[in-house]
């Protein structure tokens, strides 16, 4: 619960980045205090497989690794709080963070809230969420057993999204704007290989085919602007991620998509708050790249109370 209390820190988002900022600040002795919305792990929590998380050679899965992450950072003193943030204010000293639970203060913020999923921003998307279209192939694959699912995109969670579902799915028919795919070449062997998967290039879904659940979908050739009906039981959007920084407009700078504007240091334009994971401009988003963010932060919060803030 909220209260008077001032925190050194309070790590806003339970991701891979926000406990590893949250570890690193309780092992230098910072009163640390992570919230988290729901459970740990962010969108880590929803990927049934990392394998590229260095030192798990079997690989992990995500939600494990976050309940990991937590408890290794709870070990070292930090807190959790499960509350929705409703508003902040950074700009203030100390920084007033106003939540579901309460009203929670803190002498530096480390903002962790990663990014969701991207929408195509059809006509009856929102509505048929649940019903045949579907964001996480990891938590809703196993759904379309034996079915007929779309898959949407052309980076590394359409290319993983598609060969999961090519191993639980009847057919898989991969659709990309495009002629190649940007995913990683790790992937493009297997998905060559999947004899239930059927690529459609140079085609969007213009369309939402529907009763009360999801019938099919309508393609459009880019090239030809032909247009055909793809009946299929589950359509999985997977375009990539925005962040989530509607709070954060007017308060710190933003690139043009939204992310948080921080470099390696991940020093944010407000003195004191820190951007760390897939919330911040970055090359590379990973849990790797996050982690590293993480310990990054705690150290820039660390000198920031040194000088006596
Ligand atoms: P991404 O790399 O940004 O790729 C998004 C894909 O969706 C692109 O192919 C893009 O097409 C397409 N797209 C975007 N908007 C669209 C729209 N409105 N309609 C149709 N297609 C659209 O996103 P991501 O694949 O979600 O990956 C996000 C980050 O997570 C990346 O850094 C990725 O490396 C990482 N990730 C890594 C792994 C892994 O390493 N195993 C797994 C999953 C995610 P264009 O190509 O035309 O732009």
Redesign the pocket.
Known sequence: MGGSHIYDMIVVGGGPGGYTAALYAARAGLDTLVLEKLSAGGQMALTEAI??YPGFEDGIDGFTLAEKMQRQAERFGAGSEYAQVERMDLSASPKVLETSEGTFYARTVVLATGAGP?Q??LPGEAALTGRGVAYCAACDGMRYKDRTVVV???????A?DALLLSRIAGKVILV???DT????KVYHAPLMQAENLEFRWNS?VTELLHGDALTGVRLKDRNTGAETEVPCDGLFI????TPATEWAAGQLELDQNGYIRADETTKTSLPGVYAVGDVRTKP???VVTAVADGATAAHMAEEYLAEGV
């Not at 949407?152 to 359409?158: D, E, F, I, K, T």
């Not at 795919?181 to 990683?184: G, M, Q």
């Not at 997977?238 to 991620?241: A, C, E, L, W, Y």
């Open positions: 394998e590229n991207r195509l921003g949407v995109g052309g980076g590394n969670s359409a993983a990309h704007r495009r795919l940007r995913a990683t969007t997977s375009i990539g991620r590379l988003r990973q």
